[in-house]
C-alpha cells in the first residue's frame, strides 16, 4: 500500500509548509489519492532532527487546529477515504479518529503518552508503531551502533512495544510495525537497516517503510562536500522504496506518490515472478 505524506506544518524539513493552510492540504491529499495513494497520513507536528518533539513541541490545541479541518474536508469529499493521523498525542489521536481518521501513526511506539495505547485499543482503530532511537533533539549525540547491535535493538525494542500494545488491549490484528529510518539512527545507519529489513518478519506483524527524503539518502547523493537537498533525492527515494519492497514492506510512506507507485508495480511483479511456477 502506498501511504501519501501530508505535513499540516509550518516547518516541514521536506515541503518547508507548502501544504500549511487547509486548503492547499486538501488539495494536495486530493491529488495524492488521484495519483494512487491508498492511505493519506496526516501530521500537524514536525519531526525533523533537531525539533523539540515529544518534550515542549505544538500544543495539543494548535495541532487539532491545523488537522482537523483537513481531515473532516477530505472526509466530506471522500467518504471511502483511509487517513492515518501522524501524532503521538492521544488528545490528538482521539479527536482525528472521531473526525474520519481511522489509523494513528505514532513515532514514539505509544510511549510518549501514557494514555495513548489504552486509546487506540478503546478507538479500535488501526496503530503504527514506529521505532526511534531518543528524540529528535538528541539524535546528533546519539552513540554509533554496529549492524547487528542495530538490528537487535530495533527489533527487541519493536517486539518489546508491540506486546505493551496487546497488554492494553489493541488487537494485534490493528498493529503495523515501522523500524524509523532516520529516527535517531545515523546516515550510515540506515543502509544496514534496509539491507537487512526483511528480518524484521519474524516480529508476525506487516511492516511500514517511510524512508522518503530522509538524509541519509542526502548525503549519499552528497556532491561537493554538501547533501544533496529535499528536491533532489526522488531518485534515491525510489531505490530504498524498491529495496524495501523486494524484502517484504507490506506499507510505503511516501511524498512522491506517482512515481513510488510505478516502481511499486514492477517491484511487485519481480516478486510475483519469483514465486511463480512458470518463472524462468
Not at 492515518?84 to 511506539?109: F, H, M, P
Request: some cysteine; proline content about 5%; hydrophobic content about 45%.
Amino acid at each position: 500500500m502506498i501511504m501519501g505524506v501530508l505535513n499540516v506544518t509550518p516547518d516541514s524539513f521536506s515541503d518547508a509548509g507548502r501544504h500549511f493552510s487547509p486548503a492547499a492540504a486538501v488539495s494536495h491529499a486530493l491529488a495524492m489519492l488521484k495519483q494512487g495513494a491508498d492511505i493519506i497520513d496526516i501530521g500537524g507536528e514536525s519531526t525533523r532532527p533537531g525539533s523539540k518533539t515529544g518534550t515542549a513541541g505544538v500544543a495539543v490545541k494548535e495541532e487539532l487546529r491545523r488537522v482537523l479541518p483537513v481531515i473532516e474536508e477530505l472526509r466530506r469529499r471522500k467518504p471511502d477515504i483511509l487517513i492515518s493521523i501522524d501524532t503521538y498525542k492521544s488528545e490528538v489521536a482521539r479527536s482525528a479518529v472521531l473526525a474520519g481518521a481511522e489509523i494513528v501513526n505514532d513515532v514514539s511506539a505509544g510511549r510518549w503518552d501514557p494514555a495513548m495505547l489504552s486509546t487506540v485499543a478503546e478507538l479500535r482503530c488501526g496503530v503504527v508503531l514506529m521505532h526511534m532511537r531518543g528524540r529528535p533533539k538528541d539524535w546528533r549525540r546519539l552513540p554509533r551502533l554496529g549492524a547487528d547491535e542495530l538490528l537487535k535493538l530495533v527489533a527487541g525494542e519493536l517486539a518489546a512495544w508491540a506486546e505493551a500494545a496487546i497488554r492494553h488491549k489493541v488487537k494485534r490484528e490493528n498493529i503495523v510495525l515501522d523500524p524509523g529510518f532516520g529516527f535517531g539512527k545515523n546516515f550510515e545507519e540506515n543502509y544496514p537497516l534496509l539491507a537487512r529489513f526483511h528480518e524484521l518478519h519474524r516480529l508476525g506483524f506487516p511492516l511500514l517503510a517511510g524512508t522518503s527524503r530522509k538524509s541519509f539518502i542526502g548525503r549519499l547523493l552528497a556532491r561537493d562536500g554538501k547533501d544533496a537537498p529535499v528536491e533532489k533525492r526522488s531518485n534515491g527515494t525510489l531505490a530504498t522504496v524498491v529495496a524495501s519492497i523486494l524484502q517484504g514492506a507490506h506499507i510505503v510512506r511516501i511524498h512522491d506518490v506517482k512515481p513510488a507507485l510505478e516502481a511499486a508495480r514492477v517491484a511487485d511483479a519481480v516478486l510475483a515472478a519469483a514465486t511463480s511456477k512458470n518463472f524462468f
